[in-house]
């Protein structure tokens, strides 16, 4: 028997046509690349995405096209994700952080028609336009008055373009399962991997993003997102605030301590969400300006593990809490969150910390199980750990164009391989121990690169540290531990060595410490351990 419920396909466009009708006076904010501070509401944004839709159909783009943007966090690019998606062509959200080989690759292996770019990256293009097919459009993210002297042929102005176009627009009807968007993962190892989510994937996982134990966004919430709009659709937030009527702050392209700070402050922001570099920066600009930010209640960590001390500092200096999570770009991020259960109340702080600094516990939608190297399912009891598997409705099913990626990700039974090595504890937080290819393996047993990084950053002195497996006569591998030093960090090798004692079993023990003055990253911000690994290759660990 079927049920008889309206059989309505979850779209984007529900999302935007929400936030204008209910949410219409809600603010938009954004820090503009030309430089002053943009206001608008979600109702007179509504309007300008009709205009774009039109202006995407006078130049040629259809049902299906991808139309790339290679911009920071603002209201144009926000405009682009649902008038590109409504029309039931792909926004593709290229990564400007990725090498110039990396971004021509993608944007021919995309077959881009179009590409909309803002004012800071027209030099990035300019710099592999001869290695672009000439029959691709280029339309700079601003208004006629800021349009750049560029190499550029034929491009085009965003603002001339909408300008004197209807704001009237019968959106398509098409089936839910549609593309939507399509973003590439930063390829630590070959060439990035292309993602193509779903009109019905992305509404669903703004569902999720709004739940109180997802990212809790609400229409009484301020929400700055940090982590950029070309990384996994900054975790899916614009959508899940276009559904919730979130009021959203952009930060455009103010990264650092003092311009994420200022937002914050100025818009009185309650939630925001990045990777632990960008709050390593606010953090250290809060202190040494004795800031304090009574708006801000919810801070999401993720992208990479957060450090205990970070949560700390958030819970203690500015009285707001640091929630970890975990997801992946073949995940449309979200995967798990470590908030904290009805039935851990009682436990003390300390007992409390050690579940926080954990990745967390998966939503709803996302089911996962650990395996061995045989694929047999491993305990769920926080210490056996093996190969972490996913599924679940916004978990990629194989990457667009690239069979030969996707034979290799799935198992038997269709379980995507995260390439992550994790512990499942009683309780259901899932734990990172290492992604699969940095484990450092020492006399047929397994170390933890992560949890060495996460203690030798605990230390004050220490900004930054990655550990890697160092070819060893005896045991095989052995851990190196490369630190960047913070300002005036004045911390030696043997006080490093002794930092370990206790904390780990001693064979865990890295050999040696090295210092050095930059580590090398991804697009993403993670330390680039195929890099690390290049430039120690012939490294000799002391005897
Ligand atoms: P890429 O950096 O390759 O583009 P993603 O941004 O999709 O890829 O990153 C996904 C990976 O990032 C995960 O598989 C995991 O290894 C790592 N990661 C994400 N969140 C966390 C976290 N909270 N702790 C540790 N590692 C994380």
Redesign the pocket.
């Known amino acids: 028997m079927r049920g008889m419920m309206m059989d309505m396909p979850l779209t984007t466009t529900s999302l935007i046509e929400h936030a204008a009708r209910y949410h219409g006076d809600t603010e938009i904010v954004s820090r503009t690349i030309e430089g002053p501070i943009h206001r608008y509401t979600y109702g007179e944004s509504y309007q300008r995405i009709k205009k774009l839709v039109n202006a995407l159909g006078d130049l040629g783009v259809g049902e299906g096209d991808r139309v790339a943007t290679l911009a920071w966090n603002g209201y144009r690019h926000f405009e682009l994700y649902f008038a590109v998606s409504g029309m039931g062509a792909v926004c593709h959200t290229i990564n400007p952080r990725l090498f110039g080989d990396q971004i021509i690759y993608i944007i021919n292996h995309a077959k881009d028609k179009i590409i909309f770019v803002d004012l800071s990256f027209v030099p990035v293009l300019e710099g592999i336009a001869e290695q672009l097919d000439a029959s691709i459009k280029i339309v700079v993210m601003t208004d006629q008055e800021h349009m750049p002297d560029s190499k550029l042929e034929n491009s085009l102005c965003f603002e001339v373009l909408i300008d004197g176009q209807s704001d009237s627009y019968d959106w398509p009807d098409f089936e839910e399962n549609t593309a939507s968007s399509l973003c590439y993962?930063?390829?630590?190892t070959g060439n990035p991997k292309a993602v193509l989510y779903s009109h019905r994937s992305t509404v669903l996982h703004a569902m999720t993003a709004c739940a109180t134990d997802g990212l809790g966004i609400s229409g009484q919430d301020i929400v700055l997102p940090v982590v950029p709009m070309f990384?996994?659709n900054a975790w899916g937030i614009p959508y899940a605030c276009a559904l919730s009527g979130a009021k959203l702050v952009f930060p455009g392209a103010g990264m650092d301590g003092a311009s994420v700070c200022e937002l914050l402050e100025n818009e009185g922001v309650t939630f925001t969400a990045g990777v632990p570099t960008v709050w390593l920066l606010l953090l250290g600009y809060i202190s040494e300006n004795k800031k304090k930010l009574p708006d801000l209640e919810r801070v999401i960590v993720?992208?990479?593990?957060?450090p205990q001390s970070m949560i700390e500092a958030f819970e203690n200096d500015l009285d707001c809490r640091c929630i970890?999570?975990?997801?992946?770009?073949?995940m449309s991020?979200l995967g798990t969150l470590a908030h904290m259960k009805n039935n851990m109340k009682d436990m003390t702080p300390e007992d409390q910390m050690a579940y926080k600094v954990k990745?967390g516990r998966p939503v709803y939608g996302v089911d996962m199980k650990i395996v061995d190297d045989n694929d047999a399912e491993l305990p769920h009891d926080g210490k056996a750990f093996g190969e972490l598997l996913v599924r679940g409705p916004w978990v990629t099913n194989g990457y667009y164009e690239d069979e030969e990626t996707s034979a290799d990700s799935f198992d038997a039974d269709g379980w995507f391989r995260?390439?992550?090595v994790s512990t499942i504890d009683e309780r259901g937080f899932m734990q990172?121990v290492d992604?699969a290819k940095d484990v450092i393996k020492s006399g047929g047993e397994w170390i933890s690169s992560?949890e060495l990084e996460n203690i030798a950053v605990g230390h004050p002195d220490i900004a930054e540290a990655g550990v890697i497996g160092v070819a060893h006569p005896k045991w095989d591998e052995r851990p190196l531990l490369i630190c960047v030093k913070s300002d005036g960090g004045a911390v030696t090798e043997a006080e490093m060595l002794e930092m370990y004692k206790g904390k780990v079993a001693d064979w865990w023990i890295p050999n040696q410490v090295v210092f050095i003055d930059e580590l090398p990253h991804?697009a993403?911000g993670?330390i680039r351990k195929t890099e690390l690994r290049k430039i120690f290759a012939d490294h000799k660990l002391p005897a």
């Not at 993962?185 to 630590?188: E, H």
């Not at 993720?302 to 957060?306: E, Q």
């Open positions: 993962s930063s390829g630590t990384h996994v993720g992208g990479a593990a957060v970890h999570a975990w997801g992946m770009t073949e991020p990745q995260t390439g992550d990172i992604r992560i991804t993403t993670k």
